[in-house]
């Protein structure tokens, strides 16, 4: 699986304009929306909610993955949000987010989801290219640092 497969240009924003996580996701599923890469955007914030509250998605080192499983998606879709500051997300290691990665699948796609969620924890366990993503200025350099990732 390449993340460049669900990553679209149009699907990140830097800086987001959320300062909360709450708003970062609503932000990340409404961009999906506006682009119709999703039909139903108000059932994909109530499951990526539910699962937040199940426990954070903060997984530390300053990434947050949000994701949920929705009925009515084609296929995985993700989108990525660089916030102007960092956001408390209730990561697992008590430090603020400095990038949320949202991804959404259909339902029945559980294997593919999995897989979409290892391959963006692996991508992002490189100390440099955390670091390079964080230092991001723009859209297109976030695009372009998963298009090499992806190699």
């Known amino acids: 699986m390449k993340l460049i497969d669900i990553i679209h240009p149009d699907s990140i924003r830097v800086p987001l304009a959320a300062t909360t996580k709450h708003e970062a996701i609503d932000e990340l599923v409404d961009l ?40 009515g998606l084609s296929g995985l879709v993700a989108a990525i949000g660089l916030p102007s500051e960092p956001l408390e997300f209730d990561a697992i290691d008590q430090k603020p987010v400095r990038l949320v990665i949202l991804l959404a699948s259909p339902a029945e796609r559980i294997a593919e989801h999995i897989q979409a969620l290892g391959r963006i924890s692996r991508t992002m366990a490189d100390p440099s290219m955390r670091q390079a993503a964080y230092a991001a200025d723009s859209a297109e350099a976030l695009y372009e640092l998963f298009r090499k990732a992806d190699g």
């Open 32 to 71: 999906l929306s506006a682009q119709g890469r999703i039909g139903d955007p108000a059932a994909l914030k109530r499951v990526v909610w539910e699962r937040e509250m199940q426990r954070s998605t903060g997984i530390g080192e300053g990434l947050a993955i949000p994701h949920g499983k929705c009925p």
